[in-house]
């Protein structure tokens, strides 16, 4: 993947306020597939009996990281916004542990991206919500010659 292409997620993420008040850290960004992972926070606790982050952290989480994997994708020219996102919550995450999110762009038109994303807290193969979204896809600038 381009290195633009990377630095660019990676600006795209850094400037969100959410995801640097979440705590966002960017495992991976290339070809359409972003990995982000979110470090547990007493502060984030939905239900204090429980321990367990509340779901909007969660939402958050999988929002920025399809966008993030959007952005990456090889012909994707730039910047994205949501248009839609489905969340499924499958379980709470295991309090004291990270949640990680992985979010592949898989198709991609010239307005339209679609992705699906996974987030799990310390045991991948038991999801704590899987997510299917659509964002939008900056159009191309015409290039300007001299």
Request: glycine fraction near 8%; proline fraction near 8%.
């Amino acid at each position: 993947m381009c290195a633009d292409k990377t630095e660019l997620a990676r600006q795209f993420i850094e400037l969100i306020p959410q995801a640097r008040a979440l705590g966002m850290d960017i495992l991976q960004i290339e070809d359409g597939v972003a990995v982000i992972r979110m470090p547990y926070d007493p502060a984030l606790v939905g239900d204090p009996d429980t321990g367990v982050i509340h779901g909007g952290a969660v939402s958050t989480l999988m929002d920025t990281c399809g966008g993030a994997a959007t952005m990456a994708h090889p012909t994707s020219p730039g910047g994205t916004a949501t248009i839609s996102l489905r969340i499924d919550y499958l379980r709470g995450a295991k309090p004291g542990d990270a949640i990680t999110a992985r979010a592949e762009c898989y198709h991609i038109t010239r307005a339209v991206a679609f992705v699906r994303a996974t987030a799990h807290d310390s045991d991948p193969s038991q999801p704590v919500a899987t997510a299917t979204g659509t964002f939008t896809v900056e159009p191309r600038r015409p290039e300007v010659t001299s």
